[in-house]
């Protein structure tokens, strides 16, 4: 009868370790193996972390991953929740509102990189035509400024949308009591944002600042359509890199360890960033 | 401190618009300064609404407000020095408790040095000394609700509060004490207090003046006492009271100075006080008997002596009480009676009732006639 529990986990587990943990110990394997196509695999114990580590390459992707993925949520996060409650509460408005902000969620990454790719071709792209106009020179294939910032713009198009649908959705959830209470409480505009509407948007704001971490930690397809990880490895990524080991370099076991090293550090990054934001504004901020 | 005035007010949602809602017709009511009021009602009657308008969180559509006999109506609830505590207890939850408290005064710009005192002052009446640091999401909600509490009577230009079913989410065991916080706070700074509940225990144990409202109306506004023995119609006289007053339909008679009602083929002497009011040509007639003065009798007193003949349909035990509810013979009038617990009684058994006079209220088309 004891056994009984396990057997109606028995599905979950079974699909659990179908799609994640067979794959996971399979990556584990052969991050200790030298996989070379054609040749014997042999084991290799940790000299493909050991090498991964010191490839200045992995290093330099790793740099501009974290930088990317800070600048991601440092303009997405406020942004969105500033166009969250810019929005309208009720009324026609809403409708047109989410449909608006749905169009870029529902193209996919590629065919965003896509879009980009045509708007930003020095042949007929509308973007180098822009920068003509005022005497300036656009070129995502030669310059790693406009490369970046075009990616990273890229970014928050496609993202920024998602980041007010969850403020929108935590903003309706807040009941007008809390804001009657704010009017009678005679708090400015300023205060009633910091004491009533941030702290009851506390829960979406975490959600929506891990969502788009890992999520900015995982991009790949829009900066590799678009300028194919160039110029040179100015818009190389992790996830561009990992590939580009694996893949590319016919390097499995290389590429097998630096899937999990990457594994690692967005949990690691997640773990932490959730630690923060929930002990974030708990008890403190009596300092009106 | 302050006396409040509302004077022809009307409120109407989404006017103009296929869903438009009369919430409240047309209310006149003045709050005594440093007065404990209860605004009364079933759901849906325009309470909240009523006491929106009166913090200025509802522009009404109609008529004003008076503070001190200033007209407030346009203006908003930062500038009306009205305080409001809402059915769930709104609590900055980024502040610890003393946060919470010194918000309004902060707000107000009022000195650090001020604030401290007045914050002690009122986490002293209300004892909440002992959590000033705490963070408010680890506190119950009756000491959430003690707090919002506290925030509304912080401010020494706080002229009035308004509680919106404050007891809401406080558990029943806990709400004795919060209501005699609630009061003791009240008295204590004779503050001008408005409290909203459907209640009428809430309402009767916290205030001197108790507002009914109904549709939009307000019915009466007076003392408990009076509430109970005197209601303006049978409204009221269903309404207070658990169980409510017997409201019997009945036909009248006229004689000699003496008026009967008629209760089928049994008659039921009135006070002769009663009598000078009374038109024998109307038609529409209640009279009403609360269940604690119906006098029940289980051995037939044989001759006449005003005993109306009933059988009890059902008996219910209340602890320190029963109720009993029986219809008279002949009728299908059925009568609820109030009798001591330890009165034996069983269901189907024949009892006799009588009705004191001067326990009688007599009702024309559902008003009240007064004596």
Known sequence: MKQRPWLFLLPALLLVSISAFIPLMTVMNYSQLTLLPGTQPYFAGLENFVAILQDPAFQGALGRQFLFSF???????????ALALCMPKDGPGVGASLVLLGIPLLIPWNVVGIIWRVFTRSDIGVLPEVFEWFGATYNVSQ?????????????????????????????????????????????????TFRYVTLPNLRGVLIIAVLLRLMDSFKIYAEPFVLTGGGPGSATTFLSTYTSRMAIGGFQMGRGAATSLIYFFIVILLSFVVYIIMLNLGQGAGNDS | MAEIEVRDIRHVYDQGSPDETVAIERINLTLKDGTANALLGPSGCGKTTLLQIISGLLQPTEGQILIDGEDVTGKPPAERDIAQVFQFPVIYRSMDVYGNLAFPLRNGGVPEAEVESRVHR???????????????????????????????????????????????????????????????????????????????????????QVAIMKDGNLVQYDTGENLYQSPVNTFIGHFIGSPGMNLLECGLSHENGHAHAHLGPHQVPLDSALAPSLDPSWTDCQVGI??????????????DTGYLPATVDQVEMLGGFQIITATLRQTDVEVKARVAHDFAIDEDASVWLSFPPSDIRFFHDHEAVPA
């Open chain 1, 71 to 81: 600048l991601v949520l440092i303009t997405e996060i406020p942004l969105g929740l």
């Open chain 1, 143 to 191: 310059f790693t400024g406009d490369a970046w910032w075009t990616v990273l713009a890229m970014d928050i198009w496609h993202w920024t949308p998602l980041v007010v649908l969850i403020c929108y959705a935590g903003l309706q959830a807040i009941p007008e009591e809390f804001y009657m209470a704010a009017k009678i409480d005679r708090a400015s505009p300023w205060k």
């Open chain 2, 290 to 303: 609360r269940p604690s003065s119906v006098t029940v009798q289980v051995a037939d007193p044989h001759e």
């Open chain 2, 122 to 208: 009122i986490s002293e009446l209300l004892e909440l000394d002992d959590i000033l640091r705490s963070s408010p999401s680890n506190l119950g909600p009756e000491l959430n609700q003690l707090v919002a509490l506290g925030r509304g009577i912080i401010r020494a230009d706080t002229s009035a509060i308004l509680f919106d079913e404050p007891m809401t989410d406080v558990e029943p065991s806990r709400k004795l004490t919060i209501r005699r916080r609630v009061k003791e706070a009240q008295q204590e700074f004779g503050i001008t207090a408005l409290y909203v509940t459907h209640d009428q225990h809430e309402a009767l144990t916290f205030a001197e």
